[in-house]
């Protein structure tokens, strides 16, 4: 089984860095990119996979290809080289807004092809990843996806329609928690902690919170109103939240990235038609 990966970006290393230690060895992998040698370098000598400048050549080589370019990309990537790919392949698309018909028609082969969503915690093997089958692709390209994606955290599997929701939710997710970490590192500041054992504090809290929605069956407002006593701190920094409409800016905030990804997906489809 031989992986090319066309794009070295981050999500693209994370990746390697996943399955390279459990599913796949090093030089079962191959790596290009549009023009950056020196990225492509760092790769190999990080990881040990194959890099190769001819994307052509990575294309044919391939039994799967993960498709890791910038989504504007998309085209311009995949023309050229369209005549290299072949049907029996499975092409994995990380693509936010590209739809696997998209991605087919630009090949102008019947490839299946499977679209994912990870998100960059993927860099620590703690991913939350939808994908999604397109026309072409079978349970068992479903079940290869899934496994590759499982090295780098969880998965579920979607239908295509709902990737812009797991792109806004999930996709995007990790960007609210450090927003969230960043506010209260400047409120520990404020009332005057020192910032090294605000932050170990404010983590380990996350984390403890994290890990007590996934051990218990108790709904997340359940544990809230049991850390709440009444006429405590608590309730008092709750109600300063409820004034400022915490939960629905966050869930304004969630529906606009969902909003986003689908006019960037309709401006993409545009693009490429």
Same mark, same amino acid.
């Given at each position: 089984?031989?992986?090319?990966?066309?794009?070295?970006?981050?999500?693209?290393?994370?990746?390697?860095?996943?399955?390279?230690?459990?599913?796949?060895?090093?030089?079962?992998?191959?790596?290009?990119?549009?023009?950056?040698?020196?990225?492509?370098?760092?790769?190999?000598?990080?990881?040990?996979?194959?890099?190769?400048?001819?994307?052509?050549?990575?294309?044919?080589?391939?039994?799967?290809?993960?498709?890791?370019?910038?989504?504007?990309?998309?085209?311009?990537?995949?023309?050229?080289?369209?005549?290299?790919?072949?049907?029996?392949?499975?092409?994995?698309?990380?693509?936010? /807004?590209?739809?696997? +018909?998209?991605?087919?028609? %630009? $090949?102008?082969?019947? =490839?299946?092809?499977?679209?994912? *969503?990870?998100?960059?915690?993927?860099?620590?093997?703690?991913?939350?990843?939808?994908?999604?089958?397109?026309?072409?692709?079978?349970?068992?390209?479903?079940?290869?996806?899934?496994?590759?994606?499982?090295?780098?955290?969880?998965?579920?599997?979607?239908?295509?329609?709902?990737?812009?929701?797991?792109?806004?939710?999930?996709?995007?997710?990790?960007?609210?928690?450090?927003?969230?970490?960043?506010?209260?590192?400047?409120?520990?500041?404020?009332? /005057?902690?020192?910032? +090294?054992?605000?932050?170990? %504090? $404010?983590?380990?809290? =996350?984390?403890?919170?994290?890990? *007590?929605?996934?051990?218990?069956?108790?709904?997340?407002?359940?544990?809230?109103?049991?850390?709440?006593?009444?006429?405590?701190?608590?309730?008092?920094?709750?109600?300063?939240?409820?004034r400022y409409r915490y939960q629905e800016a966050m869930i304004a905030c969630i529906?606009?990235?969902?909003?986003?990804?689908?006019?960037?997906?309709?401006?993409?489809?545009?693009?490429?038609?």
């Amino acid at each position: 089984m031989t992986v090319t990966f066309l794009g070295a970006g981050s999500m693209a290393e994370a990746l390697i860095s996943g399955v390279t230690q459990t599913l796949y060895k090093p030089e079962q992998m191959i790596v290009t990119n549009r023009s950056r040698m020196e990225r492509l370098t760092y790769m190999q000598q990080t990881y040990g996979v194959r890099i190769e400048t001819n994307k052509e050549q990575a294309v044919k080589e391939a039994d799967i290809v993960i498709l890791a370019m910038k989504p504007k990309d998309v085209a311009e990537s995949l023309t050229p080289i369209a005549h290299a790919f072949h049907e029996q392949q499975l092409i994995i698309s990380l693509l936010a /807004g590209v739809t696997t +018909d998209t991605i087919a028609s %630009l $090949i102008g082969k019947k =490839i299946p092809v499977i679209r994912a *969503m990870p998100n960059t915690s993927a860099a620590i093997g703690q991913s939350a990843t939808a994908i999604s089958q397109g026309l072409y692709a079978t349970a068992e390209h479903l079940h290869m996806a899934k496994e590759l994606f499982e090295t780098v955290g969880i998965v579920t599997v979607v239908d295509e329609t709902q990737l812009h929701a797991v792109t806004g939710l999930s996709g995007s997710g990790p960007a609210y928690v450090y927003y969230l970490v960043e506010a209260m590192e400047k409120a520990a500041d404020e009332i /005057g902690l020192d910032r +090294d054992i605000a932050k170990e %504090l $404010i983590l380990q809290t =996350i984390i403890g919170a994290a890990h *007590m929605l996934k051990a218990t069956n108790k709904h997340p407002s359940v544990l809230r109103k049991e850390v709440t006593s009444p006429g405590g701190t608590t309730e008092a920094g709750i109600g300063v939240l409820e004034r400022y409409r915490y939960q629905e800016a966050m869930i304004a905030c969630i529906k606009r990235a969902t909003e986003r990804s689908k006019e960037l997906g309709e401006a993409l489809l545009s693009s490429v038609q």
